[in-house]
């Protein structure tokens, strides 16, 4: 099985991912991504990470502790899209480590990329504004307003780029099989209700 992971920015979906994967014995896919584009690009890993992060605010460099940045962001204050090519090669490499099975995807639109496969469990984890906000500035202690305007930056970015590439509605229930409210549920039962349909599905 396949778990990709698709969440709102604040909704501490990194470490619910991470547990799932653990409970599961599947691969964590996150960070290994850029380097797998690199290679295809034949470029260093740390100029796939520069160009996911171009236009970084300073908020978000202090946030990126509780999420890392994704392809989405990229560029999302600027008027330019993201390369085709680039977006080409996170598609291939979602598809490598897909086909190999047994792994957890964080972002990059995997759950676009992969689409309704029997052998795909496609989790969006959300949280009510207030709780992400409180969330980010407890976790990051950065200020309220910083946090504020972080969650909106990011949140719009990924709209627009679910929108743009792949003709999605980015939190719409309707491209996920499972979605989990994160202010509701902790990390341990957030993960162990994705372990549970990973079983349901096998």
């Not at 200020?143 to 709209?159: C, K, L, P």
Request: charge should be negative; charged fraction near 25%.
């Amino acid at each position: 099985m396949i778990v990709t992971i698709s969440n709102e920015y604040g909704s501490g979906a990194l470490a619910v991912a991470e547990r799932a994967a653990r409970a599961l014995g599947y691969q964590y896919v996150d960070r290994q991504l850029p380097v797998v584009v690199a290679k295809r690009l034949h470029i260093t890993p740390e100029a796939v990470e520069a160009s996911e992060d171009s236009q970084r605010t300073l908020g978000e460099l202090l946030l990126d502790g509780l999420e890392r940045a994704t392809p989405e962001l990229a560029q999302a204050a600027a008027a330019e899209p993201l390369d085709e090519e680039l977006v080409a090669a996170v598609a291939a490499a979602v598809r490598e480590y897909a086909a190999k099975g047994n792994c957890v995807i964080v972002g990059r639109g995997a759950f676009a990329i992969l689409g309704a496969r029997p052998d795909v469990l496609r989790v969006f984890m959300h949280a009510p504004r207030e709780w992400r906000v409180a969330h980010v500035v407890e976790t990051t202690h950065v200020r309220r307003d910083v946090a504020e305007a972080e969650i909106e930056r990011v949140d719009r970015a990924r709209v627009a780029h679910i929108r743009q590439w792949y003709g999605l509605a980015f939190g719409d229930p309707q491209n996920y099989d499972l979605c989990i409210d994160t202010s509701r549920l902790s990390v341990a039962q957030s993960a162990a209700a994705i372990v549970a349909a990973v079983q349901a599905r096998a």
